[in-house]
Structure formats: structure tokens, C-alpha cells
Nanobody, 124 residues
């Protein structure tokens, strides 16, 4: 497994932006499909976006398309989530996760390494 640490969360007003980072260590980062998930209070964890091991392919949830951009820098063992146009509904704990394989995955069960999460709060 790979160890993951998220950073970059915080409090922002509606319409604002944040950039989340996920630093990986322990195994070869470029072997993994990487993803972002989020969990709001009282709700189930949900998929946000994923990126293939090479970074050539990305996939995002309909709720964030056009607002969030996922990217990765394999030389730095880091993945990012640029979040623009934030809404109160985006308030959640955001988790990064890693899935072994060279495809894009989006189901929670496909990801076998998880970070501890970083809180994102969007005020209205």
C-alpha cells in the first residue's frame, strides 16, 4: 500500500477556490490510479474525481464537472484537486485514495489506500 496525506483544506466563501494536495509515499506512485472522494456530515462517502496512473485520463462526477480539475505530478508523488466556483454543497471532508491498476476507477471498493482527509467548508 501507499501512504497518503491530504492538505489544502479550509474555509472559503461561496464562489471561492481551494487547491487540495495529496502527497504519497511508500510505493511507486505512478503505479496507481488516484482519486478524490468526499463525505459530508450525515451522508455517505462519494466519488469526486479520478486520474489514471499516467495522468492522461481523468473522470469526474457530474456535480463537479466544469468546476474541479484533478491533476498529478508523478515526479513529486503528488496529486491535486483545483476547486473553483465552490458552493455550500461542496462542504465535506475530502479524501484522496489510490487504486492499483492502469485504468481509471471510481468505486470506493476499487481503492485500497486512503488518506485521513482534509476539511473543506464553504460558507454562504
Amino acid at each position: 500500500q501507499v501512504q497518503l496525506v491530504e492538505s489544502g483544506g479550509g474555509l472559503v466563501q461561496t464562489g471561492g477556490s481551494l487547491r487540495l494536495s495529496c502527497a504519497a509515499s511508500g510505493r511507486t506512485f505512478s503505479r496507481y490510479c488516484m482519486g478524490w472522494f468526499r463525505q459530508a456530515p450525515g451522508k455517505e462517502r462519494e466519488f469526486v474525481a479520478a486520474i489514471s496512473w499516467s495522468g492522461d485520463s481523468t473522470y469526474g462526477a457530474d456535480s463537479v464537472k466544469g468546476r474541479f480539475t484533478i491533476s498529478r505530478d508523478n515526479a513529486k508523488n503528488t496529486m491535486y484537486l483545483q476547486m473553483n466556483g465552490l458552493k455550500p454543497d461542496d462542504t465535506a471532508v475530502y479524501y484522496c485514495a489510490a487504486a492499483t491498476g492502469r485504468f481509471i476507477y471510481y468505486k470506493i471498493a476499487d481503492f485500497d489506500s486512503w488518506g485521513q482527509g482534509t476539511q473543506v467548508t464553504v460558507s454562504s
